[in-house]
């Protein structure tokens, strides 16, 4: 249990750092009425044939009441904000037409997902959509039942597009998940939660300008958004209700929890189930990471009726990211699942190739400027920095280094594209339940270092691994991996 501790001495280290941005509670925010949870649509299809499933999705500006009163200027897919839920089937083909409604250029990634690289909607050449252009994917599910996410990943303004509004889930079923008796009705029992902080102004709006120091230390905020809403109230339907958390904000660390300590189970981290659920009082997660968690409202009942789900954000706030009103709930025919899944992990060998990866931020003066880097060196579109054979396991060591002069102590994100991978020891301890399954993204605190199994099956091409924290992705806290023939 070291999240906990690291947690809050970041809170202090924070402070010290960023105690003169202005971080309280935006006004208004809480005055707004509670309404009713939003809950992303799923996308219809255009045509269905065996060819595969063919979806029509359009990048679009528009406007947004967050605080009753105050439009702000958002974009979204198919919408003014955020974008509509897609389920996938394992197995199945998918093609899309992505148009790009927008005046600036964009791309669409699909993360967590495996994918041939010209399909990946990264920030390299062959991925952008120019305005007003439209661009074709198309792809096979190859792996299991997740819960992944879509967004925008173009050089230099992903974090501006995601904070306006670009990302919605993806959700992928599979013949395990349809044997698994679990809450699976969308919108009733089975709940996606897009979980973001943003940082309104006086007169209600937001924009994205962050400083320097926000760059270094995160573009933090004052208000909580949930599936695009301050503090909405979710109706139980059901009394054993599976959220599906995102944490999609730009660089914000969240820490959910119960108000009232309702115990839940982790079920699924990013890239699918975990072998069993795991019992826990809170989970954190960094931009970019999933989970599903089970809640059983009933049997928790007598404990409370505070059921609020609440997040803390290590900048010290705290928000209500649902209210949760049992006032209609039945007893649930569905129960928590002793087992869910076998993982079928990459088996290792003694002579794996091991590489590693060293996430640094050096501070210039003052900490509140700096270099973001990994393994000394910052994106560079013609360079490729890993050439790795494909179809073959290989150990990757992750560091947050703090050590040395100038190093300074901020959190970091870990993002792969093309892969899921296990976790095999965190600060040379075998990883909690919780980090035991599939994962696309890790979050390092200062000083930590991962061990994982990586391996990359089929698609031959260049990929992408980063820091999901959006700020400092766009200051090129990220590299180029080529997926190479083996023996080469
Ligand atoms: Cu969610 Cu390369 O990103
Ligand atoms: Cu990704
Ligand atoms: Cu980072």
């Not at 809403?229 to 995102?246: A, C, G, N, Q």
């Amino acid at each position: 249990m070291k999240i906990l501790p690291g947690f809050f001495a970041m809170t202090i280290v924070f402070f010290i750092f960023i105690g003169c941005v202005e971080t309280s509670p935006a006004k208004g925010a809480d005055t707004a009425p509670g309404r009713a949870l939003f809950i992303p649509p799923l996308l219809q299809p255009d045509s269905k044939n065996e060819a595969g499933t063919h979806y029509t999705i359009n990048v679009q500006s528009g406007e947004s009441e967050f605080i009753p009163g105050s439009m702000t200027k958002t974009i979204g897919y198919n919408g003014n904000f955020l974008g509509p839920t897609i389920r996938m089937a394992a197995g199945e083909t998918v093609s899309f037409a992505v148009h790009n409604s927008l005046a600036e250029k964009t791309t669409l990634h699909w993360h967590g997902m495996r994918l041939p690289s010209e399909m990946d909607g990264g920030p390299l050449p062959m991925h952008v959509i120019d305005a007003g252009k439209t661009w074709l994917p198309h792809f096979t599910v190859k792996q299991q039942a997740a819960t992944l996410w879509y967004h925008p990943h173009f050089a230099g303004t992903t974090a501006e597009q995601v904070y306006r509004g670009l990302a919605g889930i993806v959700i992928i079923e599979d013949e395990a998940s349809a044997a698994l008796s679990l809450p699976k009705k969308y919108g009733i029992n089975d709940i996606p939660l897009i979980v973001q902080e943003r940082r309104f102004l006086k007169d209600g709006t937001f924009s994205y300008s962050p400083a320097q120091p926000d760059i270094m230390h995160g573009y933090y905020g004052n208000a909580l958004l949930t599936n695009g809403m301050i503090k909405p109230v979710f109706t139980v339907k059901e009394s054993l209700t599976r959220f599906r958390l995102l944490n999609g904000s730009n660089s914000s660390v969240l820490r959910f929890y119960f108000e009232d300590q309702t115990e839940f189970y982790q079920i699924a981290s990013d890239g699918g189930f975990l072998r069993k659920p795991v019992k826990r009082q809170e989970l954190v997660l960094s931009p970019g990471e999933r989970a599903e968690i089970l809640v059983d409202i009933l049997k928790e009942e007598v404990r409370g009726n505070n059921k609020n789900l609440i997040a803390d954000v290590y900048s010290g706030n705290k928000y209500t990211a649902l209210v949760i009103d049992t006032g209609e709930m039945k007893i649930s025919r569905s129960s928590i699942p002793k087992t869910l899944v076998s993982l079928f992990p990459p088996k290792q060998s003694k002579n794996m190739n091991t590489r590693r990866f060293v996430l640094s931020t050096m501070s210039m003066g003052m900490g509140v400027s700096g270099t973001l880097t990994i393994n000394n060196k910052k994106m560079d579109m013609n360079r490729v920095d890993e050439y790795i054979p494909v179809n073959t396991p290989e150990v990757w060591e992750i560091v947050n280094d703090t050590r040395g002069m100038g190093m300074m102590n901020i959190p970091h994100s870990f993002h792969i594209h093309d892969t899921q991978f296990l976790v095999l020891a965190v600060n040379g301890e075998p990883p909690p339940g919780q980090l035991a399954g599939y994962k696309d993204t890790i979050l390092l605190w200062p000083g930590d270092a991962f061990r994982i199994l990586v391996q990359f099956d089929e698609y031959l091409g260049k990929y992408m691994y980063h820091c999901h924290l959006l700020e400092h992705e766009d200051q090129g806290m990220m590299g180029i991996f080529e997926v190479i023939a083996s023996g080469k």
